[in-house]
């Protein structure tokens, strides 16, 4: 991959649901989740975080993983979903790069106290995991591979997640299993990639 520049600017999350990549770029059998993207709006937020990555809940932080409350000043997020798995892709913006730097390594941290815990989803309890890793440089910029594991209503699930903090943005993307493996193609290396690139082309419009 070509390096990339790091993410500069501050987009609202409106305009950051446009850098989310459409349902075209992905399989057929895959198509936008039907409520649309979640977005923080159309005005930068400055509060601070409601779920500190230091001491927030194994649970807490999966539930409300791809929303708001990360101490962000922008975010957006969507699934593109099929029968059985489907693609997650989320930005989150920081005002300063250190910022996204350290929420990166926080959830590296975080997931070495989560070997085990209790969540629920759609109102259905289950049993999950995290570990997590350095993963492939993205243009450049390092990444960490976050993986969750579990069983929820007698099925397994998998969330094979790729962050990478680059300026002041974090760009996530992951392939979700639900009794079956996560989807690979795109790789999650390519989708981190591309929405680096629309970032970039949207901050020069903005």
Same mark, same amino acid.
């Given at each position: 991959?070509?390096?990339?520049?790091?993410?500069?600017?501050?987009?609202?999350?409106?305009?950051?649901?446009?850098?989310?990549?459409?349902?075209?770029?992905?399989?057929?059998?895959?198509?936008?989740?039907?409520?649309?993207?979640?977005?923080?709006?159309?005005?930068?937020?400055?509060?601070?975080?409601?779920?500190?990555?230091?001491?927030?809940?194994?649970?807490?932080?999966?539930?409300?993983?791809?929303?708001?409350?990360?101490?962000?000043?922008?975010?957006?997020?969507?699934?593109?979903?099929? &029968?059985?798995? !489907?693609?997650?892709?989320? =930005? #989150?913006?920081?005002?300063?790069?250190? *910022? %996204?730097? $350290?929420?990166?390594?926080?959830?590296?941290?975080?997931?070495?106290?989560?070997?085990?815990?209790?969540?629920?989803?759609?109102?259905?309890?289950?049993?999950?995991?995290?570990?997590?890793?350095?993963?492939?440089?993205?243009?450049?910029?390092?990444?960490?591979?976050?993986?969750?594991?579990?069983?929820?209503?007698?099925?397994?699930?998998?969330?094979?997640?790729?962050?990478?903090?680059?300026?002041?943005?974090?760009?996530?993307?992951?392939?979700?299993?639900?009794?079956?493996?996560?989807? &690979?193609?795109? !790789?999650?290396?390519?989708? =981190? #990639?591309?929405?680096?690139?629309?970032? *970039? %082309?949207? $901050?020069?419009?903005?």
């Amino acid at each position: 991959m070509t390096p990339l520049a790091a993410a500069s600017g501050q987009l609202t999350g409106t305009q950051l649901a446009s850098v989310l990549l459409p349902a075209s770029d992905f399989p057929a059998g895959f198509a936008a989740s039907s409520s649309g993207p979640v977005t923080s709006g159309g005005s930068l937020e400055t509060a601070a975080a409601q779920y500190n990555l230091a001491t927030v809940s194994c649970a807490d932080f999966v539930e409300h993983l791809g929303s708001t409350g990360f101490g962000e000043t922008a975010m957006a997020s969507d699934s593109i979903t099929g &029968a059985d798995q !489907a693609y997650d892709q989320v =930005v #989150y913006q920081f005002g300063a790069a250190s *910022a %996204a730097s $350290a929420w990166v390594l926080g959830v590296k941290s975080l997931a070495a106290r989560c070997g085990s815990f209790t969540a629920t989803d759609n109102g259905t309890s289950g049993t999950f995991s995290l570990s997590a890793s350095a993963g492939t440089s993205v243009g450049g910029h390092p990444t960490v591979e976050l993986v969750q594991r579990g069983t929820i209503g007698g099925s397994s699930v998998v969330l094979d997640t790729l962050f990478s903090a680059s300026g002041v943005d974090v760009f996530g993307a992951a392939g979700v299993g639900l009794g079956a493996g996560a989807p &690979a193609v795109p !790789a999650k290396e390519t989708i =981190v #990639y591309d929405l680096m690139k629309r970032q *970039a %082309a949207e $901050a020069v419009l903005s």
